[in-house]
């Protein structure tokens, strides 16, 4: 099971949003608004193991890394990072 970091919890509350851990074995977080589920993010590799997000890497390789792997991730996903609502928004809002 993913621990949710406080990061992803002051992201979360600055959308207006509640996230607890998935039900979902392939995901880290479920995301609510008005106690109804919106969104389920956080991917999970192959492996059982969940890929790394900003706060993890600040914890693993520090701040200057994270930062970097967080400007790669917003490129690759700017268009899903746009669209408001979207599991790919709360994950590019809460997880990075």
Known sequence: ?????EYSKKQAEKLGVEIKPSTRKDKKIDVFKNDKK???????KKNGEFY???PNYIKEKG???AKERRKL?????????K????PGFYSCN???
Do not use: F, P, V
């Open 83 to 86: 669209k408001k609502g979207t």
């Open 73 to 81: 991730y917003k490129e690759r996903h700017a268009k899903d990072c």
């Open 1 to 5: 099971m993913y621990n949710i970091t």
């Open 52 to 54: 790394k997000d900003y």
């Open 94 to 96: 809460i997880l990075w």
């Open 38 to 44: 919106i969104a389920s993010i956080g991917a999970k």
């Open 63 to 65: 701040i200057d890394y």
